[in-house]
């Protein structure tokens, strides 16, 4: 039985297969047509789908759509009446999104190029929060767990809880329109003056800069539900979604929000926005620092009333608040959670694989242990031979390594301060890059972040760049050691490691760090244990392969951005190659590098 899943008209829209429960692919549109946070229909994920098992869109036997027109009617047309004589454009932009679902089969059949006689498959509507639980709950392999879903808006809710079983998932609780802690965070994050789509990232690693001495306004802005109840509202005064709506384009290309926040947030503030071209104040940074800290405030408070509420120490979170990685890895020392799963492609990209996976569970009954997902890497792969051809697209000429010599060579490399490129196996689901598309660099160098910038990431100074820790030393280096193999954890680096791997802890003395087991990625696995033999430390900084675009996912573009930009070596599958040296005279004069 195949099972295809979709995640349309929002950003990061992708596609994921399911066959007899198990993972065939799972990709975002964005990897494939190269368009930052893409959303529109994902057509190329979805053929990309096909092809990885090898059928055509007549065997697919369902389909679903994370998102369904007639969830929580009651509420959007209770609400509506209340406002008839109000312009809402974002709330119709977003339902003529969810219209379009209707047409799903013609849509598909447009897209692929095929007539729609030939969509045999069934198509389910699975609601919007109801995705991102199930993306999480039956991966995770607990037989019992709290549920909760955070992001900004999707079929007319921001927030979402209960509990599940192996009788599958139990909805106890939800935050509806215009309430949301995602669109607090991102109106604040466009008053920092960072407007694109997906910059709430930047506004976390700011924060450790500042000071929260705006915890008051904070707390008008966003509060937590009265008394005992889970959830949480908005200071509608500062918002202009309710009163005045906002334009969103959810179509082809990257999604554009409109200005979310209104004038009373300005002055409660007592300053104005910043612009993206001026330059950062202590007072951005504190405010920042503020927002941070009351989205903790709230999240756990919720949390703490959920464990309350259901009685579990086990957690599945997902929805793109929960990518926020220094909050979830408070959770564990801050309410009575003991273990944790967040889907490794939390935000709205993951929706495709908790509606195939919510569908799986209502045909099949199956509860817990529908699908295991140990890690991350579900999308695609090149074979050697693919590499073979690029190489020789290029006019590069190279033969292939064995392991040991290929791993031992890389080690050297990182340990000599090269910038190393890391192209291997399967590609990561989800925003992280973990050792597949990743760029590797020495923790030890204190100047290796401001190398990283002027050679290749050309982002912000104050953005931190991540560890890849052998996951038996993660005690050693960190104050938690529990397992984040998704760096979705921030936790704090010890004392008397900071001095040790200075490039990967942040100014707050954190890292966000990803736990790399032998299981799941051997050759990244064997490279930061042979780095290890080489240096004493057990961790490598890693970061993602690309250079301001969406993470590299074939051969060429892997190619294309070490050619284009000051790296030093790639490890291409099974082989190596290294730049040769050139004067950084005749680099500007010819913009030719020398492969050797």
């Known amino acids: 039985m195949y099972i295809l899943g979709i995640n349309a ?65 009651k509420e959007k047309v209770s609400y509506s009446l209340k406002r008839l004589t109000r312009i809402h454009r974002m709330l119709w932009d977003r339902m003529s999104k969810v219209f379009r679902s209707k047409d799903l089969r013609q849509v598909i059949a447009e897209h692929l190029e095929v007539p729609e006689s030939d969509i045999n498959a069934e198509i389910h509507r699975v609601e919007h929060h109801v995705c991102h639980l199930a993306s999480a709950w039956y991966p995770s392999s607990f037989r019992k767990a709290a549920l909760l879903s955070l992001d900004g808006m999707g079929d007319f809710v921001s927030a979402k809880w209960g509990y599940a079983d192996e009788k599958g998932i139990r909805i106890t609780g939800q935050v509806e329109y215009p309430h949301s802690i995602g669109y607090f965070y991102t109106a604040l994050t466009q008053y920092l003056g960072f407007p694109k789509y997906g910059d709430e990232g930047k506004v976390m690693g700011l924060a450790p800069y500042g000071k929260p001495v705006y915890m ?114 408070k959770i564990r020392k801050n309410t009575p959670f003991r273990e944790l799963y967040i889907h490794p492609n939390a935000g709205d990209g993951g929706t495709s694989l908790g509606a195939a996976l919510q569908v799986q569970q209502e045909l099949t009954g199956d509860g817990v242990g529908t699908v295991s997902l140990p890690h991350a890497y579900l999308g695609d792969s090149f074979s050697g031979a693919e590499i073979s051809e690029a190489l020789s697209e290029k006019g590069i000429g190279t033969e292939p390594l064995d392991e040991a010599e290929l791993i031992d060579k890389a080690a050297h490399a990182v340990a000599e301060g090269k910038v190393v490129g ?146 030093d070596v790639l490890v291409l599958g099974d082989f190596f190659l290294e730049k040769e040296t050139v004067a950084e005279t005749e680099l500007a004069e010819t913009g030719q590098i020398r492969i050797s």
Request: hydrophobic share 35%; charged share 25%; net charge negative.
């Open 216 to 329: 008051e306004p904070m707390r008008k802005v966003l509060k937590s539900a009265p008394g005992e109840k889970i959830g949480l509202e908005l200071g509608l005064e500062y918002f202009r979604h309710d009163s005045e709506g906002i334009q969103m384009q959810w179509d082809d290309g990257p999604p554009q929000v409109g200005k979310l926040y209104s004038d009373e947030l300005e002055q409660l503030l007592g300053f104005p926005p910043r612009k993206p071209d001026q330059p950062l104040e202590q007072a951005h940074k504190d405010i920042a620092a503020s927002l941070q800290l009351r989205v903790e405030e709230v999240v756990l408070e919720m949390l703490n009333r959920l464990a309350e509420q259901t009685g579990c120490q086990q957690l599945c979170m997902a929805g793109g608040v929960t990518l926020n990685s220094v909050l979830n890895g």
């Open 9 to 73: 008209w929002h950003g990061d829209a992708s596609a994921a297969l399911l066959k007899d429960g198990e993972v065939i692919l799972a990709i975002e549109e964005e990897r494939i047509n190269r368009e930052k946070h893409c959303a529109g229909f994902p057509a190329l994920a979805i053929q990309a789908c096909l092809d990885q098992a090898d059928i055509t869109i007549s065997e697919v036997d369902h389909v679903a759509i994370s998102t369904d027109p007639s969830a929580n009617l």
């Open 422 to 567: 890391w192209y291997q196996g399967a590609m990561e689901w989800g925003p992280r890059a973990l050792g597949s598309r990743s760029i590797i660099a020495d923790p030890r160098r204190e100047d290796m972040k401001d190398i990283l910038n002027a050679r290749i990431k050309k982002r912000e100074k104050f953005r931190p760049f991540a560890p890849s820790v052998l996951a038996e030393y993660t005690g050693e280096y960190f104050e938690d050691d529990y397992p984040a193999p998704n760096m979705l954890m921030v936790y704090p680096v010890r004392d008397e490691k900071r001095e040790e791997v200075p490039a990967i802890t942040h100014v707050d003395g954190t890292g966000r760090l990803q736990t790399v087991h032998r299981a799941y990625h051997p050759r990244y696995y064997d490279l930061i244990d042979r780095f290890r033999e080489l240096t004493g430390v057990p961790l490598v900084l890693n970061t993602s392969f690309n250079e301001n675009e969406p993470i590299v996912h074939t051969p060429q573009q892997a190619l294309d951005c070490f050619l284009r930009t000051r790296m």
